[in-house]
């Protein structure tokens, strides 16, 4: 039931950036909703099917244009050139997530400045539209949480070393090379990639006003295959999560690595697919599923938004954000996972959980592994506890003369 | 980022039916939004916190009210007042599924006359925002297919028969227990409920008038633990699925059985939830995932219709549904897993495979399972046919000596 006004054709577009997301814009645009870019800007000599310039100011300034896509990611000069276009008066879109995640408040404060739109639903979950979804179709609910798997690299690792017993080393090789991985892969690897989106999702969710230096952020460089193969045992996989949540007026906005029950659609998510969980009132849980990335799919994004600002369909301007205090990491509360190794002997699980209990730590539940040399691999599975408790007793329980190593310690979701 | 224009608070809501639904939306709506019900209609003698009438024609001539939610379900009498209300100028939200897989094009023929919108969310998925999503945020994209698990009751039986090996009527049973199944079950069972749904998403996705009478509709009932048994062998789950395709001009609607791989994201959609995957382009597979029904899940979706409303987010009058042809269940191509029951002595296998490549079928595997008397079952998967190929092959194999019984054939997916 798509009906397109009028104006929609009288509108505009020039495109700054034509790589992967920026040329399958313009290809699709021009496909799907019959709309011919007006002007482009890139530095590379190729024959487009409209005017290109290698100066973007060339599309900035044009009066014609009214919606400027900005697709060379990065801040520089990306965030120059945006804060360039809305102070010209044009609607922006992007799906640049660093820029959206470091500059978010200035960036809609310049375009409400303007009387524009700054739209950005590419900037997570590629193809799936997670942000307009939170704020047009269920604005009807108090969002409470919103999680999920929002880097497609780390999934396609974690979902190899599930398949197939990979090593983290191997696995991140074959990324490489099926180009899931770039070739310095730390910015998905370290989970910055991860904070950055989790910290668009928890502004969006809850219109919170989130620096992305208050996002905590673990990777999965630490995860073992012992991990995912123990983790397999009891039931669950290991997902790399960006969490943001609203408790008691308080924000708790994080990334790591964390169980997943194999029965949770989370677990099923696999390869370089995405997919956020939202929990609302009165509507529940919900699931949201797709391409986290690509050429096609995130072009799926930013077409929308730009057909949103053509359409006019979003009346409201941009709307204010909001100060929230950040929980730190210590304060939040999880179960967990832990894998030590201790000596091979009697008596040594009994002093392990003495000593959690000690530190009124309630262990769920205790598995003894295959045992190497004279050391044995124990798995625990803790109820839920507040990471400062778990810190504390870890490290009591690092001490004890029967415990050789901690190996890893992971949230449970 | 949530910001409501001031006229909100100047729109007066009235509500007929305060069942489960409507009180939901009545709670919620003041709960979430801060907005009152003006006026509401119930033949029960309960207190509410805003005046009711008796009579739905004291909420549908009220001139103060402006959007009217129908809450009351089934054709009769809610088709009379929807129309009513309608023509009368006052915009209708409603989660009538029946009523909008039957009556759709009539009733947004009605308000486009009168120029006000008649919006349904809640009609297919309940809390998930499938409909607007597929009408607004997927704007940028070309639907090709929608499919899913669009019914509750159906996927808690199957749940419970493949997680507890529990046979139809028992699984069944419980779901009554459970308030998963109404009394008489026919409408979840027979697939009828889910046809209603299925229609209603072909009609929004493609912008298609459907009619309910062209949608091929098989339930569960002639699902056997068996089939469940032996599909979770070759790696599949048994779900009811809702299936809407639109190729070369035609519209494929149709709900039945199937398997689906137990690796896909829909076979862990569990219980009484609900899953649509929506294929497009550019943007790939997307899967919606949420609770399908309940007062609360379906009140997020009426009150996310009523919110639109008022906010006048929506500009676009209903468009305009088209005709396609539709596809007849004999053309439609699927992979088919077959049960069926043989003497159990030499050569059975080798003359059941020579009779399908006779008939031009390619079987991709074939099982022998146990053997009961002197009879053995043997489950068979074919490669992608036309349906109409398989039923002529399957009346030649059902003619063969050999052939004690063709017990199930379900589809693929």
Not at 87 to 92: R, Y
Not at 194 to 202: G, L, P, V
């Amino acid at each position: 039931m798509k009906t397109y006004p009028s104006r929609r054709s009288s509108i505009n577009i020039g495109i700054i950036g034509l790589g992967t997301v920026g040329l399958a814009v313009a290809r699709n645009l021009k496909a799907v909703a019959g709309i011919r870019i007006k002007k482009g800007c890139d530095i590379r000599n190729i024959r487009f099917p409209f005017p290109v310039s290698r100066n973007p100011y060339d599309v900035i300034n044009d009066p014609a244009i009214s919606i400027v896509v900005e697709a060379i990611g990065g801040v520089n000069p990306a965030k120059k050139l945006v804060l360039a276009a809305l102070k010209n008066g044009k609607h922006v879109v992007t799906s640049n997530k660093e820029l959206i995640a470091l500059h978010m408040s200035e960036l809609l404060a310049a375009a409400k400045k303007s009387g524009v739109r700054l739209l950005f639903e590419g900037a997570v979950g590629g193809g799936i539209p997670i942000l307009n979804t939170l704020r047009d179709e269920l604005s009807g609910n108090r969002i409470d949480e919103v999680y999920g798997i929002v880097n497609g690299t780390t999934n396609y690792i974690l979902s190899k070393m599930t398949a197939e017993g990979m090593e983290f080393s191997e696995a991140l090789k074959k990324a490489k090379e099926k180009g899931f991985a770039e070739a310095n892969p730390k910015s998905d690897i370290e989970g910055y990639d991860a904070s950055y989106k989790a910290a668009i999702m928890a502004s969006v969710a809850f219109g919170a006003r989130v620096k992305w230096q208050d996002v905590y952020r673990e990777g999965i460089e630490k995860i073992a295959s012992e991990d995912i193969a123990y983790a397999a045992d009891i039931g669950y996989v290991v997902k790399l999560m960006a969490i943001a949540k609203l408790a008691g007026g308080r924000l708790d906005v994080r990334v790591h690595p964390a169980l997943v029950a194999k029965t949770h659609p989370l677990a099923n998510v696999s390869e370089n697919f995405n997919a956020i969980y939202v929990k609302g009132f009165p509507v529940g849980e919900l699931m949201f599923y797709g391409p986290g990335a690509g050429g096609n799919p995130t072009s799926s994004a930013v077409i929308n938004d730009i057909l949103a600002i053509a359409n006019a369909e979003c009346l409201m301007p941009n709307a204010e954000l909001r100060n929230y205090k950040i929980r730190k990491i210590d304060e939040i509360e999880s179960r967990y996972y832990i894998r030590l190794q201790v000596p091979d002997r009697y008596g040594v699980l009994a002093g392990i959980s003495k000593a959690f209990a000690s530190k009124k730590v309630s262990v769920a539940a205790v598995t003894q592994k295959e045992t190497v040399g004279n050391l044995a691999t124990i798995i625990i599975l803790l109820h839920g506890i507040k990471e400062k408790s778990l810190k504390s007793a870890l490290s009591s329980i690092r001490k004890l003369p029967v415990v050789h190593r901690i190996c890893n310690v992971i949230r449970i979701m």
